[in-house]
C-alpha cells in the first residue's frame, strides 16, 4: 500500500486569483502547494491588453508572501476588438501564455466576451502562427439550448468549426465536464483538456438533491454521474491531452449563498489532498504527476517543475471549512469525504 508519494510540483493550469484583498487571501493557498497557475483575465474591468496583463502581474507578486516562490502565467481576455499586434507583443515577450475566449455571457464577467467569431479571426489567426494557445469556457450561452447541454452543443457549433477555420490553431478545452468534451478532447491534435477537482468528485445530485447547495454550484454546472466517471476515467488515465485545471473560484460567502448566487467553487486550499483520494480510490495514483505536474507544461511548452511535493497519507487532515479576511468569508470545497492525504510541500 502506498503511503508516501512524491511528486513534482504541480501547476493549475485554470486559476481565478481575483484582485485586492481577495487576492491577498486566496493566493497563499495557492502558492504553498502550486508553482504556477495559468491565471483568468475575468477581472472587473477584465485584462485586456498587455499592458493590463503586466499590471496585474505586478499586483500578484506584490501580494505574494515573502518566502512562497509562485509563477504567475498570464493570460489576457479575448475581445472583439483585441488587437492582434498586441497580443503578438505580448506572447514574445513572454508576459503572456494564452488567450481566454469566454462566449458573451457565458459566465461571471463574460460580458465582454466574443459574440461574432469573424471579428477574432485577426487574432486567432496570429495565434495560430506563433503557437500561442487559446483557452477556451466551452459553453453556447442561447438561452433555448438547456444548461446541461451547452457543452456539448458549444463543441459541434462553435468550436469544431473554429478549430477547421483555423488550421494549427491550439486550444485547451477548459473545465471539461462531460463524455462528450472528454471524447472531443481526446481525438483532436493540437488541443488539451483542463479537468477541476470538483467536477472529479461531484455530479448534479450534489448540487440538487436534499436542499440546495450554493457552494457545488459553478459554471459549468456538474453533470449527471456518467459523465462524471468519464471524467475521472481521462484524469486518472495519464493521457497527456488532460490536465489539472482547478477553477478554483472564490466567491464570498453572502453572494454564493444568495437568490441568484454566484458560480464557482473555491478548491485551491485543499485540491491536492482530494486529487490523492480520487487517484487512489481508482488505484492510479501513479499517474497523480502526469494529470497534476506533466501534461500542463507538455502542452504550453514550458518545462517541468524541478522541485517536488511529498503527499503522505494518514489520520484525515483538517482543512478550514472557509478562508475568513478581507473580502472573505470564502467556503473552501467540501468533497463529502475524509481527506487522509496530507501534502508537505
Ligand atoms: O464557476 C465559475 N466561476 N465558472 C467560470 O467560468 C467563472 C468562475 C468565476 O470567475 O467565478
Ligand atoms: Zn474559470
Known amino acids: 500500500m502506498t503511503e508516501s508519494l512524491t511528486i513534482r510540483r504541480p501547476d493549475d493550469w485554470h486559476l481565478h486569483l481575483r484582485d485586492g484583498a481577495m487576492m491577498e487571501t486566496v493566493l497563499p493557498e495557492t502558492a504553498r502547494h ?9 477581472l472587473v474591468p477584465p485584462v485586456v491588453t498587455a499592458a493590463d496583463a503586466a499590471a496585474y502581474r ?4 506584490a501580494a505574494l508572501p515573502e518566502g512562497q516562490a509562485f509563477e504567475p502565467l498570464m493570460t489576457l481576455y479575448m475581445t472583439e476588438t483585441t488587437d492582434p499586434q498586441d497580443v503578438r507583443r505580448a506572447a514574445e515577450s513572454g508576459l503572456v501564455k494564452a488567450v481566454k475566449l469566454y462566449p458573451a455571457g457565458a459566465t461571471t464577467n463574460s460580458a465582454s466576451g466574443v459574440r461574432d467569431f469573424d471579428k477574432v479571426r485577426g487574432v486567432l ?3 495560430a502562427e506563433i503557437g500561442l494557445p487559446m483557452c477556451v469556457h466551452g459553453e453556447v450561452t442561447t438561452p433555448d439550448v438547456d444548461i446541461f447541454d451547452r457543452e456539448a452543443v458549444f463543441i459541434e457549433t462553435v468550436l ?12 485547451v478545452m477548459e473545465h471539461v465536464t462531460t463524455a462528450d468534451g472528454v471524447n472531443y478532447v481526446k481525438s483532436q491534435e493540437d488541443m488539451g483538456g483542463t479537468i477541476t477537482t470538483h467536477h472529479l468528485i461531484i455530479n448534479r445530485n ?15 454546472v456538474a453533470k449527471r454521474e456518467v459523465h462524471r466517471l468519464a471524467l475521472v476515467e481521462a484524469a486518472t488515465s495519464g493521457d497527456a491531452h488532460f490536465f489539472l485545471g482547478t477553477d478554483s473560484a472564490p466567491h464570498p460567502d453572502h453572494l454564493k449563498e444568495h437568490a441568484c448566487g454566484c458560480a464557482g467553487v473555491f478548491s485551491a486550499t485543499n485540491t491536492m489532498s482530494c486529487l490523492a483520494e480520487v487517484f487512489e480510490a481508482e488505484d492510479a495514483l501513479d499517474r497523480l504527476e502526469a494529470f497534476a505536474s506533466l501534461n500542463g507544461p507538455t502542452f504550453y511548452r514550458l518545462p517541468v517543475s524541478d522541485e517536488t511535493i511529498t503527499l503522505t497519507k494518514g489520520a484525515p487532515v483538517d482543512y478550514p471549512a472557509k478562508l475568513e479576511g478581507g473580502a472573505g468569508p470564502v467556503t473552501v470545497f467540501d468533497p463529502g469525504f475524509p481527506l487522509h492525504w496530507r501534502v508537505d510541500a
Do not use: Q
Not at 34 to 42: D, E, L, Q, V
Not at 160 to 171: A, I, K, S
Not at 206 to 220: D, E, M, Q, R, S
Open 34 to 42: 502550486f508553482g504556477r497557475a495559468i491565471i483568468m483575465p475575468n
Open 58 to 61: 505586478d499586483r500578484i507578486m
Open 125 to 127: 489567426e496570429m495565434m
Open 160 to 171: 469544431d468549426p473554429l478549430r477547421r477555420n483555423t488550421p494549427g490553431l491550439r486550444v
Open 206 to 220: 450534489h448540487i440538487l438533491v436534499g436542499g440546495i447547495k450554493p457552494h457545488y454550484y459553478c459554471l459549468p
